[in-house]
């Protein structure tokens, strides 16, 4: 078997906006690749063995006292580099040339041209659109670099040295706007580097079963199971690694969705014949939500009783050594990066410091990848799509869709109404096109008419939004008889309620959820 990790890139960070799409670039171009920040070790790097180097962009100057710089040796150490914007200027600052401020920035897409198509730039055009996006530039070429590509305001715009097989590029080739960026970024990959497209998820379930084996040996791992795209993955992964050592437990928070404890019982219980502990909990988280409306509280109660659950399930089943979890790659980023570990990180990621409680070891096998990556994996492991593309749903559940108390009346109002949510999302084709669709249970009531008779009852909102990462997103555009079958089944079907509002805020400044 080839190892899928065997030809591998290090991309050193230097707080680029940018530096996680360049990862995405080269994951999609099928090479495996880490992110890792500036200061990573000389030896570290040794011992990492990348094949190729990529130096990413950055906010600073090279040239300011206390600017981040790597040693030369980095330069010397065998793979090839590639220098990005920043990457570039600090390639020529380290090798003796001179970067200063360039009289006007350049931001946005610019038009360039290349001089020479042997290597990085082989197959392109002579003249290409780019993205740029800086301030600097190259004053003086350090020696042994020669030009190989320019824009009117940049005369350095691309530079190489062909026997020590350093690169660098002033504009930005991992973003869409320089359409052949692909193209330089392959050339590099494959045409300098001489690496394989050996990453993909076919080969990463292969490997990953195996290093799972070969790392648990015959001890137990148990895995809290929510049903969604990440612990389900991670879950089905390690079954097909140890089999009847993994105990799955989902725990039935009394907030889930409708049906949803069914069906994820019966998904994993019959398709996959792995051992899951279903604890129907719904009577004391329920009990604990009564009268609290105060959301963050909600959250708070939520999350200590999932743990004491936990816990008291795990207790049950005797020696077990590890816990897995779904942790993905860009939270492994955000509390690695350049920046220093980074306070967005919400603190409702895993089922809250479940380690602290119990001495177990953390198997977290998704954390090299994307999302993305991962829904390949669901496939390549033969989840149904359903679950595969499901869209995220909080932990906490209903509760925090509910604004106000949380009552059985008003769950199984808000139960209803969500239902018919995914229902017509996914008749209209719509479900997979959007982030997150769901309703809302508003704390207030209004005045409806219906068969002449006076109504004063619930109103539903509807919030549909757009988003790659949940971090920024946009309400969205839905064809308005799309959300008049929405409302008009919602106001029929679902007792108590006289009204459907959508929901039209970005994010920020507002946020997906409401509460
Ligand atoms: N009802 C539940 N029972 C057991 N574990 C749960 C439950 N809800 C959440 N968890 C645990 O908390 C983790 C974090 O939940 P989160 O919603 O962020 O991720 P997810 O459910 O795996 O994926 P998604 O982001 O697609 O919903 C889950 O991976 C799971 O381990
Ligand atoms: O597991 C979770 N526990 C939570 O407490 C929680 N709060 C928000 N979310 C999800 O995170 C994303 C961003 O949500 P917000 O814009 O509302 O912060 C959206 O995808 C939300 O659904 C949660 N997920
Ligand atoms: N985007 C970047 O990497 C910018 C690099 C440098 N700070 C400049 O403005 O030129
Ligand atoms: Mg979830």
Same mark, same amino acid.
């Given at each position: 078997?080839?190892?899928?990790?065997?030809?591998?890139?290090?991309?050193?960070?230097?707080?680029?906006?940018?530096?996680?799409?360049?990862?995405?670039?080269?994951?999609?171009?099928?090479?495996?690749?880490?992110?890792?920040?500036?200061?990573?070790?000389?030896?570290?790097?040794?011992?990492?063995?990348?094949?190729?180097?990529?130096?990413?962009?950055?906010?600073?100057?090279?040239?300011? +006292?206390? *600017?981040?710089?790597?040693?030369?040796?980095?330069?010397?150490?065998?793979?090839?580099?590639?220098?990005? $914007?920043?990457?570039?200027?600090?390639?020529?600052?380290?090798?003796?040339?001179?970067?200063?401020?360039?009289?006007?920035?350049?931001?946005?897409?610019?038009?360039?041209?290349?001089?020479?198509?042997?290597?990085?730039?082989?197959?392109?055009?002579?003249?290409?659109?780019?993205?740029?996006?800086?301030?600097?530039?190259?004053?003086?070429?350090?020696?042994?670099?020669?030009?190989?590509?320019?824009?009117?305001?940049? +005369?350095?715009?691309?530079?190489?040295?062909?026997?020590?097989?350093?690169?660098?590029?002033?504009?930005?080739?991992?973003?869409?706007?320089?359409?052949?960026?692909?193209?330089?970024?392959?050339?590099?990959?494959?045409?300098?580097?001489?690496?394989?497209?050996?990453?993909?998820?076919?080969?990463?379930?292969?490997?990953?079963?195996?290093?799972?084996?070969?790392?648990?040996?015959?001890?137990?791992?148990? $895995?809290?199971?929510?049903?969604?795209?990440?612990?389900?993955?991670?879950?089905?992964?390690?079954?097909? *690694?140890?089999?009847?050592?993994?105990? $799955?437990?989902?725990?039935?928070?009394?907030?889930?969705?409708?049906?949803?404890?069914?069906?994820?019982?019966?998904?994993?219980?019959?398709?996959?014949?792995?051992?899951?502990?279903?604890?129907?909990?719904?009577?004391?988280?329920?009990?604990?939500?009564?009268?609290?409306?105060?959301?963050?509280?909600?959250?708070?109660?939520?999350?200590?009783?999932?743990?004491?659950?936990? *816990?008291?399930?795990?207790?049950?089943?005797?020696?077990?050594?590890?816990?897995?979890?779904?942790?993905?790659?860009?939270?492994?980023?955000?509390?690695?990066?350049?920046?220093?570990?980074?306070?967005?990180?919400?603190?409702?990621?895993?089922?809250?410091?479940?380690?602290?409680?119990? +001495?177990?070891?953390?198997?977290?096998?998704?954390?090299?990848?994307?999302?993305?990556?991962?829904?390949?994996?669901?496939?390549?492991?033969?989840?149904?799509?359903?679950?595969?593309?499901?869209?995220?749903?909080?932990?906490?559940?209903?509760?925090?869709?509910?604004?106000?108390?949380?009552?059985?009346?008003?769950?199984?109002?808000?139960?209803?109404?969500?239902?018919?949510?995914?229902?017509?999302?996914?008749?209209?084709?719509?479900?997979?096109?959007?982030?997150?669709?769901?309703?809302?249970?508003?704390?207030?009531?209004?005045?409806?008419?219906?068969?002449?008779?006076?109504?004063?009852?619930?109103?539903?909102?509807?919030?549909?939004?757009?988003?790659?990462?949940?971090?920024? *997103?946009?309400?969205?555009?839905?064809?308005?008889?799309?959300?008049?079958?929405?409302?008009?089944? =919602?106001?029929?079907?679902?007792?108590?309620?006289?009204?459907?509002?959508?929901?039209?805020?970005?994010?920020? +400044?507002?946020? =997906?959820?409401?509460?």
């Amino acid at each position: 078997m080839i190892d899928p990790h065997r030809d591998k890139v290090l991309i050193l960070d230097f707080g680029s906006q940018y530096t996680q799409l360049i990862a995405r670039r080269i994951r999609e171009l099928q090479v495996y690749c880490e992110i890792h920040p500036y200061l990573m070790p000389l030896e570290q790097i040794e011992a990492f063995a990348p094949r190729g180097i990529i130096l990413s962009g950055g906010p600073r100057s090279v040239y300011e +006292p206390g *600017a981040p710089l790597v040693s030369r040796e980095v330069l010397e150490l065998g793979p090839p580099v590639l220098g990005i $914007c920043y990457g570039l200027q600090l390639l020529n600052h380290i090798l003796g040339g001179k970067v200063s401020p360039a009289a006007s920035r350049e931001y946005g897409r610019k038009n360039f041209t290349i001089s020479d198509h042997q290597d990085l730039f082989a197959g392109l055009s002579p003249h290409e659109s780019v993205w740029m996006s800086h301030g600097d530039h190259i004053d003086e070429i350090a020696p042994g670099l020669e030009i190989i590509g320019s824009s009117d305001t940049c +005369p350095a715009g691309a530079v190489r040295d062909q026997r020590r097989r350093i690169f660098g590029v002033q504009f930005h080739p991992e973003v869409k706007h320089t359409p052949n960026g692909g193209k330089i970024l392959a050339n590099f990959l494959f045409g300098i580097c001489g690496l394989q497209p050996l990453w993909n998820m076919r080969s990463f379930v292969e490997a990953t079963t195996q290093a799972l084996r070969q790392k648990i040996g015959t001890e137990r791992v148990i $895995c809290a199971l929510s049903g969604g795209v990440d612990s389900s993955v991670t879950a089905v992964l390690l079954h097909r *690694a140890i089999g009847d050592r993994l105990t $799955c437990i989902f725990v039935n928070n009394g907030v889930l969705r409708q049906g949803e404890a069914e069906k994820v019982v019966r998904l994993f219980r019959e398709n996959y014949r792995l051992n899951l502990v279903y604890v129907d909990a719904s009577k004391s988280f329920l009990k604990l939500l009564e009268g609290i409306v105060d959301p963050e509280e909600k959250r708070r109660r939520i999350g200590r009783e999932f743990i004491r659950v936990f *816990a008291e399930e795990a207790g049950k089943l005797g020696q077990v050594k590890y816990l897995a979890q779904g942790t993905l790659y860009p939270d492994v980023i955000e509390s690695v990066s350049f920046k220093g570990p980074s306070a967005t990180i919400k603190t409702h990621h895993n089922v809250g410091g479940l380690p602290e409680v119990m +001495p177990l070891e953390l198997i977290e096998p998704l954390r090299e990848l994307f999302k993305d990556e991962v829904r390949e994996v669901g496939s390549e492991l033969g989840l149904p799509e359903e679950m595969i593309w499901r869209h995220p749903f909080p932990g906490p559940g209903l509760a925090i869709r509910i604004l106000g108390e949380v009552t059985p009346e008003r769950l199984a109002i808000l139960r209803q109404a969500d239902a018919i949510v995914l229902e017509e999302m996914k008749a209209a084709g719509f479900y997979r096109q959007v982030w997150q669709a769901f309703a809302v249970l508003l704390p207030i009531k209004t005045v409806g008419v219906m068969g002449d008779e006076r109504t004063y009852e619930n109103v539903i909102a509807l919030r549909v939004v757009d988003s790659t990462d949940a971090m920024t *997103a946009d309400w969205s555009r839905l064809p308005y008889d799309l959300l008049a079958r929405l409302a008009n089944r =919602i106001i029929n079907e679902v007792k108590h309620v006289n009204r459907v509002v959508y929901d039209i805020s970005s994010k920020p +400044p507002s946020t =997906i959820e409401w509460e």
